[in-house]
C-alpha cells in the first residue's frame, strides 16, 4: 500500500522559516523522482520543488532560492526547507512523485501571517 504522510507545517510570519518533512512508503520512493506541490483554495495544485538525484533539483519561479528540497533515503523521507516564508506561500503542502500518483496524502497547511 502506497503511504504518502506530510508532516511539520503551522504558522510562521513573513520571513520565518519551517521545516516540512514526507514520510513515503517503499514503493514509491525508492523507484521515484519526488517532489513538493502545494494547493490553495480555488486553484490547481502546483509543483514547486523537485529532486532528481544527487545535487540535481528544480524549484518553481515562485520559491527560487527560498525553499530547498532535499531527501534522505535511509528514512525514505523527503523534506522541504522553506526560508524568508511570504504570506503568498500559505497552502497546503503535498509530496508525491513526479508524475504524481493518484494516492495523495492529507497534506499539511503552512499559513503566514504576521
Known amino acids: 500500500q502506497v503511504q504518502l504522510v506530510e508532516s511539520g507545517g503551522g504558522l510562521a510570519q513573513p520571513g520565518g522559516s519551517l521545516r516540512l518533512s514526507c514520510a513515503a512508503s517503499?514503493?514509491?520512493?525508492?523507484?521515484?523522482?519526488m517532489g513538493w506541490y502545494r494547493q490553495v483554495p480555488g486553484k490547481q495544485r502546483e509543483l514547486v520543488a523537485r529532486?532528481?538525484?544527487?545535487?540535481?533539483?528544480g524549484y518553481a519561479d515562485s520559491v527560487k532560492g527560498r525553499f530547498t528540497i532535499s531527501r534522505d533515503n535511509a528514512k525514505n523521507t523527503v523534506y522541504l526547507q522553506m526560508n524568508s516564508l511570504k504570506p503568498e506561500d500559505t497552502a497546503v503542502y503535498y509530496c508525491?512523485?513526479?508524475?504524481?500518483?493518484?494516492?495523495w496524502g492529507q497534506g499539511t497547511q503552512v499559513t503566514v501571517s504576521s
Open positions: 508525491n512523485s513526479i508524475p504524481p500518483i493518484p494516492a
Open positions: 529532486w532528481f538525484s544527487i545535487g540535481i533539483t
Open positions: 517503499n514503493s514509491i520512493f525508492s523507484t521515484s523522482v
